[in-house]
C-alpha cells in the first residue's frame, strides 16, 4: 500500500497536493497542508476559459464626437421639434437643446433614452486593444488545468 509522503501513513487514497513549493503524494489530512493538485477528467474549464474571452468592458464606450448633430438630425428626421421630444421623453426641452448644441454632454442614462427613441448611437465603442484584455483573462490556468492537460495526454 503506499504511503502518505508526509506522515508516512499507508493509503490508498493518496493525493498529489503542493505544499510549500514541493509536490507530495499525500493522504488526506496531510491535503488540507497544501492545495491538492488531483486531476478530474470531468472538469469543464476550458469551457469556462472560452467564456471569459467574450467579456467586453462596457466603460470603454465613449460619446460620439458629433452626438450634438445625431440628435438633432435623427429628430428633424422623425418631425419632431426639441418640445416633442423632450416632452415624449419626460425631458425639458433646454436639456436637449443643450445636447444638440453640444453644450452638453448627456450622460448615459440620457443618451441610453435619446438613441433608444430616435433610433440612434450616441455611445460608440473607440478601437479597444482587445488583445490585452485576452491576455489578462489567461491568468485564469491555474495549477489545475496543467496538471488537466498531463493528465489527458
Ligand atoms: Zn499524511
Not at 502518505?4 to 496531510?30: F, H, M, P, Y
Not at 438630425?73 to 416633442?84: G, H, T, V, Y
Not at 482587445?130 to 489578462?136: K, M, R
Request: charged share 45%; proline share 3%.
Amino acid at each position: 500500500m503506499p504511503s502518505c509522503q508526509l506522515c508516512g501513513k499507508d493509503s490508498d487514497n493518496l493525493k498529489k497536493t503542493k505544499i510549500e513549493g514541493a509536490v507530495l503524494r499525500v493522504c488526506n489530512s496531510c491535503s488540507d497542508m497544501g492545495d491538492v493538485m488531483e486531476q478530474k477528467k470531468e472538469k469543464k474549464k476550458q469551457k469556462k476559459r472560452k467564456k471569459t474571452t467574450s467579456r467586453r468592458p462596457r466603460e470603454t464606450e465613449v460619446l460620439a464626437n458629433d452626438y450634438g448633430s445625431r440628435v438633432k438630425e435623427a429628430r428633424e428626421d422623425r418631425e419632431l421639434s426639441i418640445k416633442e421630444l423632450a416632452d415624449d421623453m419626460n425631458e425639458k426641452a433646454s436639456l436637449i437643446r443643450k445636447v444638440e448644441r453640444e453644450d452638453l454632454k448627456p450622460e448615459k442614462a440620457l443618451a441610453k433614452k435619446l438613441s433608444k427613441k430616435l433610433g440612434i448611437t450616441l455611445y460608440v465603442n473607440p478601437q479597444v486593444s482587445e488583445h490585452s484584455i485576452e491576455e489578462g483573462d489567461e491568468r485564469d490556468a491555474t495549477v489545475e488545468d496543467i496538471a488537466d492537460i498531463k493528465g489527458s495526454e
